[in-house]
C-alpha cells in the first residue's frame, strides 16, 4: 500500500503575508507588463461613462509602483507610489473614489 506523503508546515515555517501573497500572483499572471488588453480598456471605458469622470485607471501596484493596466481620459502607464494623492487610500479594499482631482493634479 503506497504512502501518502503530505507536507507540513513546520511551526518555524512563515507563511507569506497578503501583500506577498498578491505579488506573486500579479507576476505569475504578467499583470505588469505593459501590453493593453481590450476587456480592461472596456472596464475604464465603462468607469468613464458609468461615473460620468473625465478619466479611469485600471491599476496593479507593486512594490513601488502603480501600473495603469488601462485608462481611459489619461496617458502614462505608471506612477510612483509616492506621488499618488493619497498613498494611504492603498490599504483599502475594493473600489476607491476620490473626489475633487483634476487632469493637472495627477
Not at 505588469?32 to 468607469?47: I, K, Q, V, Y
Amino acid at each position: 500500500m503506497p504512502i501518502l506523503e503530505v507536507p507540513v508546515a513546520h511551526r518555524w515555517t512563515k507563511s507569506p503575508s497578503p501583500g506577498e501573497q498578491r505579488l506573486d500572483a500579479l507576476h505569475r499572471y504578467d499583470s505588469f507588463d505593459h501590453s493593453t488588453e481590450r476587456s480592461f480598456d472596456l472596464l475604464a471605458e465603462g468607469l468613464v461613462k458609468l461615473y460620468r469622470t473625465p478619466f479611469a485607471l485600471v491599476t496593479f501596484r507593486e512594490t513601488d509602483q502603480q501600473h495603469f493596466k488601462a485608462t481611459s481620459g489619461l496617458d502614462g502607464r505608471s506612477i510612483p507610489l509616492a506621488s499618488l494623492p493619497c498613498p494611504h487610500l492603498l490599504k483599502s479594499e475594493g473600489a476607491i473614489t476620490i473626489g475633487g482631482i483634476t487632469k493637472t493634479n495627477v
